[in-house]
């Protein structure tokens, strides 16, 4: 099972599906190679280490990063390179860790599992762990990472997450938070029981949406009506249609993607279909929702989501988001970041601490060790809490909205998350 909905993915999956032919999830793409943004080192323990690792010299630590950079959706998850390469970036300005610069070594598998394995394999003899790699067949590649070897990466395949070499910033885990569920339900008390939901139909979007509907069921929300539409569709004036003439008071866009919550919000606007109450899961905050939307139509949106407004708007009150913002631009001048360059800046910052705490001369075994210590982290403030260690997903949320054309907090602390309900597990999950 996947647990979509905290990491705010969903609709770029359903994006992918559109550009893609069929087989290519495991169709080869090219000869397993490394794109490397920087120099990989020759496996070497380093003057005064306990064992021998690859990756690490007296100079240097090199871990691996497979991510779908290329293939039918290029530059996909590009992000998540970016977002690793610019922690490391501003690391390394500081010094490192303890005298020793992080590097980065790039794979590409091209949206292809046979590559994401292959790559993987090809990196093992040269890196010191996996930092930030974001693909959605890492599954395969995950799989082929020893034991020994960590692996600190964000992930949607539940399969990968419970490896015990895995540690994520935010775990996925079969299921859904209740969190924002039981605010709507405070506030929109009527609206929760005529409630219309926008859903992709290509995996593993009604999967998530399954989790979705468990927690909204178990705390008392009454499902009208369902619109399962498919990626390439590009009017949806007969599904607003249908949430209308269905009595529809509240829409839940958490499972379509960004340019279709788009194109059905200007199809509200056009039928004069006004909800009390329009949720989008963090899928809408993107760098180009607003002009894809246009502004009175993305003011209807209210977004609930796991992360800080780390398009600029909280750079002032969340000094960790200007100092994200500042350093992918150094890194990668013109980059608009987006969820996964968090999700790469994140892991990469989970890795140095584990790494700095594993002491001067760390072992695969130290890094190991560490990571499986760390029960608290909320990337300083970057995204809600999560507990690395026991895989325990996050909880806290904050609500976003468009006003006068950029994202805003709205009800929600100036810093920090709101908290409160509890995870739902879904029924086998």
Not at 42 to 64: E, K
Not at 247 to 258: I, K, R, S, T, W
Request: include cysteine; charge should be negative; proline fraction near 7%.
């Amino acid at each position: 099972f996947l647990y979509l909905r905290g990491l705010a993915a969903v609709g770029v999956v359903a994006g992918i599906a559109a550009g893609c032919s069929s087989g290519s999830q495991s169709g080869s793409a090219t000869t397993p190679s490394t794109a490397s943004t920087s120099t990989t080192s020759t496996p070497n323990g380093g003057s005064g280490n306990r064992a021998s690792a690859p990756g690490i010299t007296p100079a240097t630590v090199t871990v691996g990063n497979v991510s779908t950079v290329g293939g039918p959706v290029p530059g996909l998850f590009k992000g998540a390179q970016v977002g690793a390469q610019a922690y490391f970036d501003y690391l390394n300005s500081q010094g490192g860790i303890y005298g020793r610069k992080l590097q980065l070594d790039t794979a590409d598998d091209a949206f292809s599992g046979t590559q994401n394995k292959a790559q993987t394999i090809a990196l093992l003899p040269h890196v010191f762990a996996f930092v930030g790699s974001f693909s959605l067949f890492d599954n395969e590649g995950g799989a082929a990472i020893p034991p020994t070897v960590a692996n600190v990466s964000d992930s949607l395949n539940v399969s990968t997450v419970e490896l015990p070499n895995t540690f994520s910033p935010a775990p996925t885990m079969p299921g859904y938070a209740t969190g924002a569920l039981l605010w709507f339900k405070q506030h929109y008390p009527t609206a929760v029981r005529h409630v219309g939901a926008l859903v992709g139909d290509i995996p593993p979007v009604p999967t998530s949406w399954s989790f979705e509907q468990h927690a909204m069921e178990t705390v008392g929300y009454k499902i009208t009506t369902v619109e399962n539409y498919s990626p390439a569709q590009a009017s949806f004036t007969s599904d607003v249609i249908s949430m209308q003439q269905a009595g529809v008071q509240m829409v839940v866009l958490d499972q379509a993607d960004g340019a279709s919550i788009a194109r059905f919000l200007d199809a509200m606007q056009q039928q004069n279909f006004h909800p009390a109450l329009v949720t989008s899961g963090g899928v809408a905050y993107t760098g180009s929702f607003i002009q894809q939307a246009g502004e009175s139509a993305a003011e209807m949106v209210i977004s609930d989501q796991r992360q800080a407004l780390y398009l600029g708007t909280d750079a002032r009150a969340v000094p960790e988001v200007a100092t994200l913002d500042t350093w992918v631009q150094k890194s990668s001048p013109g980059f608009v970041p987006d969820i996964f360059t968090l999700f790469g800046w994140s892991s990469a910052m989970l890795f140095a601490q584990a790494l700095k705490a594993a002491g001067q001369n760390p072992t695969q075994a130290d890094l190991l060790a560490q990571l499986g210590k760390i029960t608290y982290f909320d990337a300083n403030g970057l995204q809600a809490p999560s507990d690395p260690a026991n895989k325990g997903p996050q909880t806290a949320w904050l609500f976003a909205r468009v006003v006068n054309g950029k994202w805003v907090r709205w009800n929600s602390p100036a810093t920090g998350y709101l908290s409160g309900g509890t995870f739902v597990k879904y029924p086998g999950g």
